[in-house]
């Protein structure tokens, strides 16, 4: 089992920056492909970003492409969201999952194996 937590959330104003932070606990991620996916109300779960096992491949979201930055640290058994230039459409819960059947990223959140509970992410404008 692997247990995902996220943390990291909160309210920012439009253009400020958040970190966020999916820490894996029960097993080492280090060999899992991560990806983060958002959720804002009414909305469905949508792809936010991905990295793979190694941490050489990474994939964006057009709408998050050259603000956000996924990172991992396997020594940590962490993997991190830098959000920068945030917007208001950016508000969402933030999810962490693991894919423990491929190191590649996939962008179909079906395909995770592993939720975290979720940060909730408030941009204001």
């Known amino acids: 089992q692997v247990q995902l937590v996220e943390s990291g959330g909160g309210l920012v104003q439009a253009g400020g920056s958040l970190t966020l932070s999916c820490a894996g606990s029960g097993r080492t991620i280090s060999n899992y492909a991560m990806g983060w996916f958002r959720q804002a109300p009414g909305k469905e779960r949508e792809f936010v970003a991905a990295i793979s096992g190694s941490g050489g491949y990474t994939y964006y979201a057009d709408s998050v492409k050259g603000r956000f930055t996924i990172s991992r640290d396997n020594a940590k058994n962490t993997v991190y969201l830098q959000m920068n230039s945030l917007k208001p459409e950016d508000t969402a819960v933030y999810y962490c999952?693991?894919?423990?059947?491929?190191?590649?990223?996939?962008?179909?959140?079906?395909?995770?194996?592993?939720w975290g509970q979720g940060t909730q992410v408030t941009v204001s404008s």
């Open positions: 999952a693991a894919d423990t059947g491929t190191p590649i990223a996939p962008m179909t959140a079906a395909l995770y194996d592993y």
